[in-house]
């Protein structure tokens, strides 16, 4: 089934997944609301990504020698950073993209997706044609975004939104060091919201101007990179493929030597075939990429251009470094081996926005089932993976009578109190119920009905197989326990 993704959009807007952001004046062209569900859903991303990556983490890996641990932290930075940051990272020279503009529409366009000399926004007579229109030369423009601290408005208050995460790790390189027990090698773990102001917003959530960002830089000694390399990209990958997202939608592509960040000695994206791309097309969910020491040494000695095989510093005219380091020391000493050196990183930063839209969109099923009086109705249900799922478990009195709203109370209250995000429905017939909790992607639906009165058994139906087996009532809890941690 080829998805359809303007289908998917009006669900996620019509059950309260997204909305876009101040909607009520005509919305806001690359930002987005997270409704009710969408909230929970992309809390349950967030949370499996930092549980399984951070806190629940227990790998035993052997890049050389025996298996062995290693440690991963957290650390939530501010989003604001000292402007020095971008200017030593490379952001503030470099972070931009080629921009063109129709000298008769004045639309504005990313240079590298737009095609010819034509205007997409100014269509011929011709159906399905546009006007060739004189576009400007491409320029360069800065995506970060800038704003003034303080009540200095002029340059001197100058600072900018975070374009990335990753750049609150590495300035607190030392600080984790010092303060926890950590050895290399280690990984640093953070989630938080990033900016970037991007020409195009489009594609729903895909591209857009404020989104979040799940970062890990990994800290290793520079002969082991390349392994450490290795095992974060295919573990990365595996990741999404734990979740529900079939390997035929899911690739993990090299990137060519020439489409590499200056920095980067090798890339590797994890692609998602969205529906809204063409037939055999795919979208960046998330960048592995090997940073050599460039980030580390950049906020010692100041910003690094390529020069041969390595990096130097950049100089200004005077031979002086164009933007200087903080001169802290940002080295590593193995009190074991008693060597010094700058660690090497490697870096898996996936964005979360996109992570949640390719689960909705691999999650969107449509199939045909009948309706109370035998007739085939379309059903559509979100596949979600449990651990994912906005709502695992929902609960219904098969009438409004008899006893059974009390009954179904009774067990929704158990769910709550044992944590499990749930809800209750006793509006309409219990065929729409379902089809409303299959709409939503909820895993699990127990409905009271007559029996239960006599034997005290509720029936747990699963949204996938549509199989219903009955339980006693007091076993409900324990059941969707089992069924959460064992799928
Ligand atoms: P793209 O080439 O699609 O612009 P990128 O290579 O610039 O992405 P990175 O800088 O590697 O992206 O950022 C890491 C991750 O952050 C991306 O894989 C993506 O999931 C997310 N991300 C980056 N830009 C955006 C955006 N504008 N909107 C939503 N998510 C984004």
């Known amino acids: 089934m080829k998805k359809q993704m303007d289908v998917i959009v009006a669900l996620c807007r019509r059950r309260g997944f997204l909305f876009q952001s101040s909607e009520i004046y005509g919305g806001l062209n690359g930002f987005w609301d997270y409704g009710p569900l969408g909230v929970e859903l992309k809390r349950n991303v967030r949370e499996a990504w930092w549980r399984d990556m951070v806190t629940s983490h227990n790998e035993l890996v052997t890049p050389s020698g025996a298996p062995r641990p290693y440690a991963m932290v957290g650390l939530e930075t501010s989003i604001i950073m000292h402007p020095q940051v971008w200017k030593c990272s490379g952001h503030y020279d470099m972070f931009h993209d080629m921009m063109v503009d129709c000298k008769e529409c004045k639309a504005r366009f990313r240079a590298d997706q737009i095609q010819d000399s034509q205007c997409p926004l100014k269509p011929s007579k011709h159906p399905g044609e546009y006007e060739k229109c004189q576009l400007t030369e491409p320029r360069e423009f800065n995506l970060m975004f800038k704003t003034y601290v303080g009540a200095l408005s002029g340059e001197e208050g100058a600072a900018f939104l975070r374009p990335e995460t990753a750049q609150g790790i590495f300035v607190n390189f030392k600080n984790v060091l010092d303060s926890t027990r950590v050895k290399i090698p280690f990984g640093v773990a953070q989630i938080g919201k990033s900016f970037r102001n991007e020409i195009t917003p489009r594609n729903f959530t895909f591209r857009s101007r404020e989104f979040e960002q799940m970062e890990i830089e990994f800290f290793c000694h520079p002969s082991e990179s390349r392994q450490w390399y290795q095992y974060w990209r295919d573990r990365r990958f595996q990741w999404y493929i734990n979740l529900g997202i079939t390997s035929e939608n899911l690739r993990l592509r090299d990137h060519e030597p020439e489409e590499l960040s200056h920095y980067s000695v090798g890339t590797a994206d994890v692609e998602y075939a969205f529906p809204f791309l063409p037939e055999g097309s795919y979208g960046e969910l998330e960048g592995i990429a090997h940073r050599g020491d460039f980030d580390l040494r950049s906020h010692m ?24 380091g903080s001169g802290k020391d940002l080295t590593y000493f193995d009190d074991q081996t008693r060597e010094r050196y700058v ?19 691999e999650a969107y099923c449509e199939d045909e089932q009948p309706d109370e009086k035998g007739r085939p109705q379309k059903r559509v249900f979100l596949r979600f993976h449990p651990r994912i799922a906005p709502i695992k478990a929902a609960v219904f009195p098969l009438i409004k009578k008899d006893g059974m709203p009390e009954k179904a109370t009774a067990i929704y209250s158990e769910l709550k109190e044992a944590g499990i995000v749930c809800a209750y429905d006793q509006q309409g017939a219990i065929g729409r119920r379902y089809r409303r909790q299959d709409e939503i992607g909820t895993p699990y639906c127990i409905t009271v009905d007559g029996q239960t009165l006599e034997d005290d058994t509720v029936t747990i139906r699963d949204r996938d197989s549509l199989e219903q087996i009955r339980i006693p009532s007091r076993e409900v809890v324990e059941e969707i326990q089992r069924r959460l941690r064992t799928t």
């Open 343 to 361: 660690p090497h990183v490697i870096e898996p930063s996936a964005g979360a926005d996109r992570a949640t839209l390719a689960f909705l969109c």
């Open 301 to 324: 000695e100041g910003k690094l251009i390529r020069q041969g095989d390595g990096f130097v510093v950049e100089t200004d005219e005077n031979g002086q470094p164009k933007y200087r």
